[in-house]
């Protein structure tokens, strides 16, 4: 294979697609990427180039391009440099052929992050000394495409990177499914705790970019930004008012479901409040009777035990299996948090982050609170309450 005639023939370029900070309100960076006529595939180039040995030599071409395009454009804030990680294995790790051309062109390693598609590395040693290698001598680190493929969350830990990149196909679930959310939410916050910024990619819609921020992503990339950075403020300034508008309006509706929930469990420690313990069922099956809102109901003893039934809202839906079912009197509550906590004194109320619940099978919250029944005896109630 000639690269030259290939790279030439096929119309292939670089071109750098914007990296946006919507609360900066602009763009920060950029990142290099393989471009062609339509109907061009870069993983296909990649492939084809691959088997004809020329990985390296290729990996190579696109990065000079690159960086020669960066500082073109005044080498503005960062660039993010993919690197064709297989190449790793073929014994290039201690080469130094990026920070040479960095120096070469008078750029600044510190505006550089070296993105970095970890799955592909099958010398794990040596993705290790390329990241060190070029972290010594001031480069950013990333990895890119996480949640995609083979990702290995082991690999966090071996490249401790400064920026972690959602896969694409990630960000173009994220306001259509549920798990996708939660996915790219727990890599937020798994970032955040690791000292790293994250980065949505494959962006096309302003709900896809309104879920992301909504979720902690840093940054945002894709097609809803355009290629080109020219015209694009106008997109930012609107996606951030936007995004400022529907966080208001999600605290608002967070602090009126705090206080609703609240108010269901005061009712339902009021009705409780001087009891009998014989009478606790009683009360429980009129309580949930008149609370839609309320999924399940059961009261403790101080010591966890169970000592009611579990008083379940006609029509919720259970999820068949043998790890779910309510639980009935004598049951041990102790080690779950909205009991335990309480047990001691504590505290006197408590409210679960949203879980699996081991009655339903459903996603709910618990909120949980004190009560004294007839003999002035300190009981918890535990009531569940749907999470959507």
């Known amino acids: 294979m000639n690269l030259e005639s290939v790279i030439r023939e096929r119309g292939v370029r670089v071109l750098l697609k914007p990296l946006v900070s919507i609360k900066q309100k602009t763009p920060v960076g950029r990142e290099a990427r393989l471009r062609g006529p339509e109907g061009f595939r870069a993983d296909a180039l990649r492939q084809e180039v691959a088997r004809a040995g020329e990985s390296v030599a290729f990996d190579r071409w696109f990065r000079r391009e690159a960086l020669t395009a960066f500082k073109a454009a005044g080498a503005p804030g960062l660039l993010l440099l993919g690197f064709e990680s297989s190449v790793l294995d073929q014994g290039v790790a201690g080469s130094g052929h990026v920070g040479q051309l960095v120096a070469e062109l008078g750029l600044d390693p510190s505006h550089i992050v070296i993105a970095i598609r970890e799955s592909k590395v099958e010398d794990a040693a040596a993705l290790k000394d390329f990241v060190t290698r070029y972290r010594a001598q001031g480069f950013l680190i990333a990895l890119r495409e996480l949640g995609e493929g083979h990702s290995n969350l082991e690999r966090l830990t071996l490249t401790r990177p400064d920026m972690i990149k959602v896969s694409a196909g990630l960000g173009a679930d994220l306001d259509q499914t549920f798990v996708a959310r939660e996915i790219v939410k727990s890599l937020a916050a798994l970032s955040r705790k690791i000292g790293a910024l ?94 839609p809102a309320v999924e399940c109901l059961f009261v403790v003893n101080p010591a966890g035990a169970q000592v009611s039934e579990t008083h379940v809202r006609p029509g919720v839906a259970f999820k068949r299996s043998a790890l779910f079912h309510p639980a009935r009197p004598g049951a041990d509550h102790s080690m779950k948090e909205y009991v335990y906590l309480l047990m001691d004194g504590f505290m006197n109320r408590f409210r679960t982050d949203p879980y699996v619940s081991l009655a339903s099978g459903n996603l709910c919250l618990t909120l949980s609170g004190v009560f004294r029944d007839a003999g002035n005896n300190n009981h918890i109630l535990c009531m569940d309450v749907p999470w959507a």
């Not at 990619?201 to 840093?218: F, N, S, Y």
Request: without cysteine.
């Open 198 to 291: 994250i980065v949505a990619e494959g962006i096309a819609t302003e709900a896809q970019a309104l879920a992301a921020l909504d979720l902690g992503v840093d940054m945002l990339q894709g097609p809803f930004f355009g290629d080109e950075e020219s015209g694009i403020g106008p997109r930012i300034e609107a996606l951030a008012a936007r995004h400022k508008t529907s966080s208001v309006e999600k605290s608002k509706a967070v602090q009126r479901r705090a206080r609703d929930t609240d108010a269901l469990l005061s009712g339902g420690l009021r009705a409780l409040a001087g009891a009998r313990p014989e009478e606790f069922d009683g009360i429980l099956a009129r309580t949930i009777g008149e609370s």
